[in-house]
C-alpha cells in the first residue's frame, strides 16, 4: 500500500483568514491525488482531482477561488482554504491513486480537521 | 444516478458477538467495491477491494461478499473487538474512471 501523511492533522483559524493544508506521498510519486470533505456523521465528498503539473478539476459547486489546489510535485498536493468562514468548518481528507493492472487504489491520508470560528 | 446504500446506519453489539453490514449499489458500469474502515478523526483504511468475478474475500476477522447480480455486498466481522467501532463504508468505482461512490458509512459500536 501506499503511505499519506497530512498537514496540519488539525487547525483553528479566525473567519477571513487562509488556511494551507498539505497532503503527502511518502513512498510513491502520485500524478494524482484527491481532496475530499467530511461533515460529521456524512460520507466523503469529492471537492477535486488534483493533477500534478496541471490544474486541478473541481467537482460541480465546489469553488475553485476559494479552495486552491496546488499540486507542484509527484508528492506534494497543498489545498489553500482562503478567506475561511464558519462554514468552512469540516474534515478535508486526501488520498492518492495507485494504479494497479486489474484496478486503481486509493490510500487516504488521516484527515485535518478545520474550525473556523 | 450512481448511489451506495448502506444499512444499517448504526449498530450496537457486545464484544466477541459477530455481525454483518449491507450495501447495496446502483453503480454503472461496475468496475469494483470496496470496504474501508474509518476511526472516528481518521482517514479511511482499506479493508477489502473485489472486482466484478470476486464473491468473496477475507481480511482476517473481516470477510466481504459481493453478488453482483442483485448489486449487493456484505462485510461481516468475526468475533468483535472493542477496537472495531468505527464507521466502515461502502465504496464503489465506476469503470473506465477514477471517482469513487461513496455510501454514508454505518457506524459501529462494540460494547465491553
Known amino acids: 500500500g501506499a503511505v499519506v501523511s497530512q498537514h496540519p492533522s488539525w487547525v483553528i483559524c479566525k473567519s477571513g483568514t487562509s488556511v494551507k493544508i498539505e497532503c503527502r506521498s511518502l513512498?510513491?510519486?502520485?500524478?494524482?491525488m484527491f481532496w475530499y470533505r467530511q461533515f460529521p456523521k456524512q460520507s466523503l465528498m469529492l471537492m477535486a482531482t488534483?493533477?500534478?503539473?496541471?490544474?486541478?478539476?473541481?467537482e460541480q459547486g465546489v469553488e475553485k477561488d476559494k479552495f486552491l489546489i496546488n499540486h507542484a510535485s509527484l508528492t506534494l498536493s497543498t489545498l489553500t482554504v482562503t478567506s475561511a468562514h464558519p462554514e468552512d468548518s469540516s474534515f478535508y481528507i486526501c488520498?492518492?491513486?495507485?494504479?494497479?493492472?486489474?484496478?486503481?487504489?486509493?490510500?487516504f491520508g488521516p484527515g485535518t480537521r478545520l474550525t473556523v470560528l | 444516478k450512481n448511489q451506495v446504500e448502506q444499512s444499517p446506519q448504526s449498530l450496537i453489539i457486545l464484544e466477541g458477538k459477530n455481525c454483518t453490514l449491507q450495501?447495496?449499489?446502483?453503480?454503472?458500469?461496475?468496475?469494483?467495491l470496496r470496504w474501508y474502515k474509518q476511526d472516528t478523526g481518521r482517514g479511511p483504511v482499506s479493508l477489502t477491494i473485489?472486482?466484478?468475478?470476486?464473491n468473496t474475500k477475507s481480511n482476517g476477522r473481516y470477510t466481504a461478499t459481493l453478488d453482483a447480480d442483485t448489486k449487493q455486498s456484505s462485510l461481516h466481522i468475526t468475533a468483535s473487538q472493542l477496537s472495531d467501532s468505527a464507521s466502515y463504508i461502502c465504496?464503489?468505482?465506476?469503470?473506465?474512471?477514477?471517482?469513487?461512490?461513496f455510501g454514508k458509512g454505518t457506524m459501529l459500536l462494540v460494547s465491553p
Open positions: 488520498s492518492v491513486r495507485l494504479a494497479g493492472i486489474t484496478h486503481d487504489t486509493q490510500y
Open positions: 513512498d510513491f510519486q502520485a500524478t494524482t
Open positions: 488534483s493533477n500534478e503539473g496541471s490544474k486541478a478539476t473541481y
Open positions: 450495501c447495496n449499489y446502483t453503480v454503472s458500469p461496475f468496475s469494483n
Open positions: 473485489m472486482t466484478f468475478s470476486e
Open positions: 465504496v464503489v468505482s465506476v469503470s473506465g474512471y477514477s471517482t469513487l461512490t
